[in-house]
């Protein structure tokens, strides 16, 4: 419940600090591996992420509680928590930025590339990331994926020395939203079409 009144908070403070022109999602997903081959992958998504944009000035912003990581190993994932992360004393990741050149008008069916640039806040720390937003109109909506790379040391996470040789010293990590039941067209001057909202 503390959780759930956590995320109804920003979820409001981001969307507040939008324009009227804005969709949002609470059911994005973000998957992290850093496995290393022949030892047992660690591995993990979290399937309850928040997104909002804003569609007029390509403002991004996403939240993700660390406890909605889930791994196949329930022990890796005790360990993630209490040891890793700290998921007690850390209990969210959040990303703010910006995809540059955001523009619904020229958003097809197929995925267009854009360079989504931000700042990631993870277990007390803070780093700028650039990377490559992939954008497509789908039947419902709209869909978001991103897929970098991150170094553990730059958001100070430290991984005990008899297991560092398991544990990637850098992490795949891929995203996914979906914006659903939107309206997908600019709205023009005059018209009674209504922007995207939610």
Do not use: R, W
């Not at 490559?132 to 994926?145: D, R």
Request: proline residues 3%; hydrophobic residues 40%; glycine residues 6%.
């Amino acid at each position: 419940m503390k959780n759930l009144g956590i995320f109804y908070s920003v979820l409001l403070f981001f969307c507040n600090a939008f324009s009227q022109n804005k969709i949002a999602t609470n059911t994005g997903t973000i998957l992290f591996e850093a496995s290393i081959p022949a030892f047992e992958e660690v591995k993990a998504n979290n399937n309850s992420v928040s997104c909002v944009v804003n569609t007029t000035t390509g403002e991004i912003s996403s939240l993700a509680f660390i406890s909605e990581f889930h791994f196949k190993m329930a022990m890796m994932e005790e360990h993630f928590n209490a040891n890793y992360l700290e998921s007690p004393k850390y209990p969210k990741a959040t990303f703010k930025g910006h995809i540059h050149g955001f523009n619904l008008a020229i958003i097809g069916n197929v995925p267009k590339d854009f360079i989504l640039t931000g700042t990631l806040s993870m277990h007390g720390k803070y780093k700028v990331i650039s990377t490559i937003a992939m954008i497509q109109k789908t039947e419902n909506g709209l869909e978001i994926t991103t897929n970098f790379k991150v170094n553990i040391s730059d958001f100070g996470i430290k991984i005990p020395k008899i297991v560092q040789y398991k544990i990637a010293e850098t992490v795949t990590i891929k995203t996914n939203f979906e914006f659903k039941d939107i309206v997908l067209t600019s709205q023009k001057k005059g018209s009674n079409n209504s922007a995207p909202s939610f």
